[in-house]
């Protein structure tokens, strides 16, 4: 059975934007390594108009999505054991190793958030995971959703065509990616890094070791703390 992603949606028209293009777009529609599925939220509506959404309790602006039209479109779905996530501001950070977690899965259920937000009662009750892709906030959930599922679909075997490209990319062991070059040896004035055309490959994977770090210490200081914690619990034979 492929990977599965269903997404629950006000606007199922915007899918499956990004994801039917390029590797993941032909991984999909051609070669059935992942299935995309979509539920419009507001069929499950028992208002005449489709309103799934009403004033929020307590008082305040804005409007929050209804538990009871959520519940009904989650019913609607097979589940069949996959995690139920709610792209969300407020929810835990996105991250590789829970993007793996959910890779290994069947597939994901996705529920795409609008207006102030979910009930949280459906959230609760359901067993959804609220989930951040950034310290942004975005009109809806749909393009975090699509983010989430792209990340997920991209570590199924046989997408990406060779496996081992996702070995040294970022977030893979803590550290961000080194640099990438390519022709011309020479842009505008600046040139491939010599160790990278001498065919000398211990010396240049220690070159992009040494870049992965440089990167990450300079860019993204808490993953740099959190590296040097993990390597200090290791002891010096892993250094």
Partial sequence: MPFVATVLTMFPEAFPGALGVSLIGTAWREQNLWALETVDIRAFSKDKRGFLDDTPAGGGPG????????AAALDSVDLAGRPLLCMSARGRPLTKARVKEWAEAPGIVILCGRFEGVDQRVLDVRGFEEVAVGDAVLAGGEAAAMLAIEACV??????????????????????????????PRDFEGREIPEVLLSGHHKRVAAWRAE????????????LWAAHLANQQLKGPSST
């Fill in 211 to 222: 870049q992965r770090e440089i990167t990450t210490r300079e860019r993204r200081p808490d």
């Fill in 63 to 70: 409007q929050v999505m209804r538990a009871d039209v959520i």
């Fill in 154 to 183: 991209r570590l199924v075997p046989g997408v990406l065509g060779n496996q081992t490209s996702t070995t040294e990319e970022s977030f893979e062991d803590g550290l961000l990616e080194h640099p990438q070059f390519t022709r």
